[in-house]
């Protein structure tokens, strides 16, 4: 089931702080699309699939980004809408000012993206020994650290599942 629209500038900044930037990073799709949307209005599956070749360096076949499930991610939250082959932004009627707001927030989530797939995440000990600099008192305040989105990517959310799959080898999804 399709979400609200994201139709708003203040629906979709919160769209990205919250959706692209909580998410574990695994590929830059999202906010390559919703940026080239951005600037370029509508485009086809195969101009998106195309920018999203470009801007992770040619790394597959560009017909690779025809099959990647960007497009259903962002029409089921609300954020863009297909008319045959040709997808939409549902946001419209923005300022200059607040376009440059949004592909300023996109450039720094795809920016995160880039940094955490070069480093990964911290290891336990590193990991361990950043969250006891916190001197937080229980698990409650390190859900609302991880909420405040003072968390560096470079920690997981869920450190003690991450490490544990880590450790088991659960990890290969």
């Given at each position: 089931m399709a979400k609200p629209p994201v139709d708003t500038y203040e629906k979709?900044?919160?769209?990205?702080q919250s959706q692209l930037r909580s998410k574990k990073f695994v590929a830059n799709y999202?906010?390559?699309?919703?940026?080239?949307?951005?600037?370029?209005?509508?485009?086809s599956?195969?101009?998106?699939a195309q920018e999203l070749w470009k801007q992770?360096?040619?790394q597959r076949n560009s017909s690779f980004y025809l099959g990647v499930p960007v497009y259903r991610v962002l029409v089921d939250n609300g954020v863009v809408t297909k008319q045959g082959t040709i997808f939409s932004l549902v946001l419209k009627n923005i300022t200059a000012l607040e376009k440059q707001s949004i592909i300023d927030e996109?450039?720094?989530s795809i920016s995160?993206?880039?940094e955490f797939?070069?480093?990964?995440?911290?290891?336990?000990?590193d990991a361990r020994d950043f969250v006891k600099e916190l001197k937080l008192k229980s698990p409650k305040e390190w859900?609302?650290?991880?909420k405040s989105g003072n968390k560096p990517d470079n920690i997981p959310s869920d450190p003690s599942s991450f490490y544990k799959k880590k450790k088991t080898g659960k990890d290969k999804e």
């Open positions: 979709m900044i919160n769209f990205i999202q906010p390559v699309m919703i940026k080239f949307l951005l600037q370029n209005g509508n485009q599956k195969q101009q998106i992770n360096h040619a996109i450039d720094s995160r993206h880039t797939a070069k480093t990964g995440y911290l290891p336990l000990k859900v609302e650290y991880v």
